[in-house]
C-alpha cells in the first residue's frame, strides 16, 4: 500500500464519526421494512398489477355486454366474446411476465448479474408487456362505448362521422400517451443500466446484449403469439367501427 | 428465517454499512433517509434468498450497493454536493479532520455508481476477491479498475483541496 492509498483510508475511517443520525434503534429499522419501496422495481410490479386488474374489470364488462346484445344483436355479442378471447391470454401473459420479474427481483445477487438481469427483463418481457399494457386502452373504449350505447339507446346505434372522429381521436391519444409513457420510462432504466454494465467493464454491455438477443430469439413463439393478439384485437376494432357506420 | 424483530436487530448491529452506502451514494440529509429505508426494506424482502455461503456483511453489502446502484431520479441526475453537517458526535472532532472527510466525499461523488461501489469496499478494507464477488466481475477487472479509481480520486481530492485553498 502507497502514501496515497494510506492517506485514503485514513481519510476514510475518520468519516464515521460525521455520520449523522447514525444510531436507529430496531424499532425504527423495523418501521422502515413496512414502509412502501420507491424503486423501478415496485414501479414495474404496480403497472403490471394494475393492468392485470384493469384487464380482468374489462373482461366481465366484454361479458357483460356479451350478455346484454346477445337478444338484440349477436353479432355485437360474438365480437364481445371475441374481445374476452383476446383479453384472457393478454392478462395471462402479464401475469408470467410478473412471476418472471419476481424471479429477478432479488438483490442479493452480485451486481453484475442484477444489472444483466434486469437488462434483459426490460428489453425483452417488460417491452412486449408495454404493448400489452397499450392495448387496455382499446378495451377501455370498446367495452366502454357498447355498455354506453346499450344504457343510454338500448342498442349499437349508428353514429356520425364527428362522431366516430372524436371517439377515435380519444382512443387514439390514450393508446398513445400509454405508451409512451412506459416506453420513456423503461428506455431511461435501460439506459442506466446499460451505463453502468459498461462501467462495470468495457466488454460486458457487449456480451449481455448479446446473450439477450439469443434469448429474444428464443422467445420467438411468444412473440408471434403476441402479434397474433394484437392482430385480432385490430380486426374487432375494424369491425366494429365498420359496425358503426366508418 | 428470523422475525422481523430480530432482522431489525439484525441490521440495527450492522447499520453502519448502509450509512456508509447512503453517505456515498446519496445527497442531503432527507434523500440519505430515504436511501436508508429502501435498503432496509430490500434487506427484509432479499432475506429469503439469503444463503449462507457468503458472510452477513457481504450480502448485506451486495444488497445495499444493488439499490444504491439502480435507485435513480429522473431529475436528479448529478446532485451537487452537500456540505456535512456537525452531529453530536463529532463536536469534539477538530475542523481540520471535518474538511478532510468532506473533500473525499466530495470526490467520491463525482465517481460513477460503479466505480463509487468499487472505491467503497476497498476503503472499507475489502480484499479483490471479496469486491469481485459482490461486484459479479474479476479479480484482475477490480485491480485494473482500482488503479484508475485511485488515481482519478486522487487528481479530484487534490483539485478540491486547490479550488478551497
Request: with cysteine.
Given at each position: ?18 455520520m449523522?443520525?447514525?444510531?436507529y ?18 414501479k414495474?410490479?404496480?403497472t403490471?398489477?394494475?393492468d ?36 384472457i ?23 453484475k ?9 426490460l ?6 408487456a ?10 377501455l ?16 346505434r349508428?353514429l ?28 431511461y ?11 462495470l467493464n ?6 449481455v ?11 420467438k ?5 403476441f402479434g ?19 | ?11 440495527e ?6 450509512h456508509?452506502v447512503t ?5 442531503g440529509?432527507a ?12 434487506l ?22 444493488n439499490?444504491?446502484i ?23 472532532d ?9 473533500t ?6 463525482k ?13 472499507e478494507e ?6 469481485a ?10 485491480s485494473?479498475?482500482?488503479v ?6 486522487e487528481?479530484?481530492v487534490?483539485n478540491?483541496?486547490?479550488q478551497?485553498?
Amino acid at each position: 500500500m502507497n502514501d496515497n492509498d494510506k492517506k485514503l483510508k485514513a481519510m476514510w475511517n475518520k468519516a464515521e464519526n460525521f455520520m449523522e443520525g447514525s444510531g436507529y434503534e430496531s424499532e425504527t429499522i423495523e418501521r422502515f421494512m413496512s414502509k412502501r419501496s420507491n424503486s423501478i422495481a415496485d414501479k414495474i410490479r404496480k403497472t403490471l398489477q394494475i393492468d392485470i386488474a384493469l384487464k380482468f374489470l374489462f373482461a366481465v364488462i366484454f361479458t357483460l355486454d356479451t350478455a346484454l346484445y346477445f337478444k338484440i344483436q349477436p353479432k355485437v355479442a360474438w365480437i364481445c366474446i371475441t374481445a374476452i378471447i383476446i383479453v384472457i391470454p393478454l392478462i395471462m401473459f402479464e401475469f408470467r411476465v410478473i412471476s418472471r420479474f419476481n424471479r429477478i427481483s432479488d438483490y442479493g445477487m452480485n451486481t453484475k448479474e442484477k444489472l444483466s438481469k434486469m437488462l434483459a427483463f426490460l428489453k425483452n418481457d417488460f417491452l412486449t408487456a408495454v404493448l400489452s399494457i397499450t392495448t387496455t386502452y382499446l378495451f377501455l373504449y370498446i367495452s366502454g362505448l357498447l355498455l354506453y350505447f346499450f344504457v343510454t339507446y338500448g342498442q349499437l346505434r349508428r353514429l356520425g362521422n364527428m362522431d366516430i372522429f372524436v371517439f377515435s381521436t380519444l382512443a387514439l391519444i390514450g393508446i398513445f400517451i400509454s405508451f409512451t409513457s412506459n416506453y420513456a420510462q423503461v428506455r431511461y432504466q435501460i439506459k442506466h443500466i446499460e451505463t453502468c454494465l459498461s462501467d462495470l467493464n468495457d466488454n460486458l454491455l457487449e456480451i449481455v446484449t448479446s446473450n439477450i438477443e439469443i434469448q429474444r430469439k428464443h422467445d420467438k413463439t411468444t412473440k408471434m403469439l403476441f402479434g397474433l393478439v394484437l392482430i385480432f384485437g385490430f380486426i374487432v376494432l375494424i369491425v366494429i367501427l365498420k359496425k358503426l357506420g366508418f | 428465517m428470523p422475525n422481523r424483530k430480530a432482522f431489525s436487530e439484525l441490521i440495527e448491529n450492522h447499520q453502519a454499512i448502509i450509512h456508509k452506502v447512503t453517505m456515498v451514494y446519496a445527497n442531503g440529509r432527507a434523500n440519505r433517509e430515504d436511501l436508508f429505508q429502501e435498503i432496509c426494506l430490500q434487506l427484509w424482502k432479499s432475506y429469503p434468498n439469503f444463503r449462507e455461503e457468503a458472510k452477513f456483511t457481504t450480502w448485506m453489502y451486495r444488497v445495499a450497493l444493488n439499490t444504491a446502484i439502480n435507485t435513480i431520479r429522473r431529475n436528479n441526475k448529478t446532485p451537487s454536493f452537500e456540505p456535512l453537517k456537525d452531529t453530536d458526535r463529532t463536536a469534539d472532532d477538530s475542523q481540520n479532520e471535518k474538511d478532510q472527510v468532506q473533500t473525499l466525499y466530495m470526490a467520491i461523488s463525482k465517481l460513477n455508481r460503479i466505480d463509487k461501489a468499487i472505491i467503497l469496499l476497498w476503503l472499507e478494507e475489502k480484499n479483490y476477491e471479496e469486491i469481485a464477488s459482490i461486484m459479479g466481475t474479476s479479480k484482475t477487472n477490480v485491480s485494473v479498475k482500482l488503479v484508475r479509481i485511485k488515481r482519478k480520486l486522487e487528481e479530484l481530492v487534490s483539485n478540491t483541496v486547490k479550488q478551497e485553498s
